[in-house]
Each structure stands twice: as C-alpha cells, then as structure tokens.
C-alpha cells in the first residue's frame, strides 16, 4: 500500500457508486460496502467512530455528538479501512497530528478525502472559483467537509500556481501543491519553520487578522529563483496551535524565469502530486 494506490483504489470507488450530488451521500457510499452506519451516544468526545464486521455484516459507528462534516469523513476513513483491507493503528496516535499519524491512517486519510471531495464534482467547481480562503471556505461547507482537507485538495487539483500549507507549532508538516507549482519547482518543505515575518507567523501570534497580503515569492519558496510576488492568506486554529495558509501568484501566473537553474528535479513531486488531505484536529483517537 502507497499514497498512490489509495488514490487509484479510492478513485475507482467513486466511479462504481456514481456520486451525481454535491455534498456527497456518505450512506450511499457505505451501502456500496454493505455496511450500515449507527450514531453512538456513548462514545466519548476524544473518539470519533470506528468499524467491525460480525457474521458477514459490516457496521460503521460514529460519534453522535460530531459535527455532520466530521462524521461524514469517519465514516469514508472506515470505508477505507474496508475496502484497502488495511487494519487500525491508532494507539498513542493523535488522528489531529499529521506528523505523528501512522501510515495506515494516512491512507484512509487520503481515501476518505477523495470520497468526500471526488475530482469529478469538485475540479470544475475549484476551477470556476477564484484563488482565495473564502472559496476554499464556500467550498468546504458545499461539500460538507473539513477545511483543512478542503484546502489542501483546492491547491492539488487547481490550475493556478498555488499551494496550501498545514504547520503544527510553528513548523511546517505538509504541503499541498498545484501541478502548475510542482512543475515549476516551487518548494515548500516540510519540517521548515513558518517564515520570520510571514503574515502566517504573524497570524499565529495573534498580531495579524488575516489576508490576503502580497510577499516575496522567495519568502516561502525555498531555492526559487524566477522572483515574483505571492498572495498569502492565513487562519490559525489556536486549540491546536495548526496554521492554515493558502499561497499563490498573483493573477495567477507563474513569473518568468528559468526554475530548472534553481530548483533540479523535484524528487518530491511525484508523491505530493497525489496528496489531497489532511486529518481531522482535535480526536486523540479513532478506532
Ligand atoms: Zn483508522
């Protein structure tokens, strides 16, 4: 199992259960599976659902008490555990802590984000909107599902040169890049700090609203050597001390210049192209 098979084997499930209405039907999903959804009132805050199979019979459980959009990504993630045949690991691992998330989770993770935003319902609608929070927030509750997922599949499957960053404590752990972005080597790595200065940095000690605010190209993008000046917009979610930032070129275009000098192969490039999702913050756990 890799990121990529996720994608493809998430894919294919899209395509035999036809989903023709935005937000998706999750039950429809689950019926696919055979699998029945109960709502639990006796689950704990800190535990969002979980799954069994008992004499031939599949049953998906989430935590009555969530959301609608978190439950809805609960019950895709267990989808996932089904259908990739992968079994849970989530002892001593925060589903809110990307960098801490153990890969089998990942990968529901990425399949639950590809059932909940399907490129077939969510790339036009991506394309028509403009690059912007506020439409990745439009975006999310069309949907009915989370913004940060929401986000990072905006910046993956959008034309634009754009990118959106998830940073835990000041640090970066994930970055979603367009192709456009990708293609020219424009590099956000993870494990770096948010830059000193940067409207994010700012937004995360509270000295700043929010954007967008034009910056440096460079500012964020390591051994970029075309110039050009990036939109930055930011939200800091303070419960879990995460940064959300949304990066693009203005008018959408890539400056000129001549990436390959600079940048090389992008050995990156070929996994983050099918990144698409980010967990949920705020559960310790899911079984
Ligand atoms: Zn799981």
Same mark, same amino acid.
């Not at 989903?19 to 039907?25: G, Q």
């Not at 993870?190 to 940067?198: M, T, Y």
């Not at 940048?263 to 990156?268: A, K, W």
């Given at each position: 199992m890799d990121e990529f098979i996720a994608i493809v084997r998430a894919r294919e499930f899209v395509r035999k259960t036809r989903?023709?209405?935005?937000?998706?039907?999750v039950k429809q999903y689950a019926a696919e599976i055979g699998a029945g959804i109960k709502y639990d009132h006796d689950l704990p805050p800190d535990e969002a659902g979980g799954s069994f199979e008992a004499k031939g019979k599949r049953c998906i459980y989430v935590n009555a008490h969530d959301g609608s959009a978190r439950q809805r990504f609960t019950v895709c993630h267990e989808i996932a555990h089904f259908v990739l045949g992968l079994p849970s690991e989530?002892? *001593?691992?925060?589903?809110?802590?990307y960098a801490k998330r153990p890969p089998n989770e990942i990968w529901c993770d990425v399949f639950a984000a590809e059932l909940l935003l399907p490129i077939i319902l969510f790339k036009q609608r991506v394309d028509d909107a403009e690059v912007s929070l506020a439409s990745v927030e439009t975006l999310a509750e069309e949907f009915n599902a989370s913004f940060s997922a929401t986000g990072s599949r905006f910046a993956a499957v959008g034309e634009a040169p754009c990118a959106f960053v998830l940073a835990e404590g000041g640090v970066v752990r994930y970055a979603s890049r367009s192709k456009a972005l990708r293609d020219a080597f424009g590099k956000i790595p993870? *494990?770096?700090?948010?830059?000193? *200065?940067?409207l994010s940095e700012r937004v995360r000690q509270g000295r700043a609203p929010g954007g967008p605010e034009e910056c440096d190209a460079d500012l964020w993008l390591?051994?970029?050597?075309?110039?050009g000046v990036l939109l930055e917009d930011a939200r800091h979610l303070q419960t879990w001390d995460q940064t959300l930032t949304l990066l693009w070129f203005e008018y959408e275009e890539l400056p000129e210049g001549d990436s390959r000098a600079a940048?090389?192969?992008?050995?990156?490039a070929a996994l983050e192209e099918l990144d698409g999702t980010l967990p949920w913050p705020g559960k310790k756990r899911r079984r």
């Open positions: 989903p023709d209405a935005v937000p998706v039907s989530h002892q *001593g691992s925060p589903s809110w802590s993870a *494990g770096s700090k948010l830059p000193r *200065g940067s390591g051994q970029w050597e075309r110039g940048g090389g192969r992008d050995d990156e």
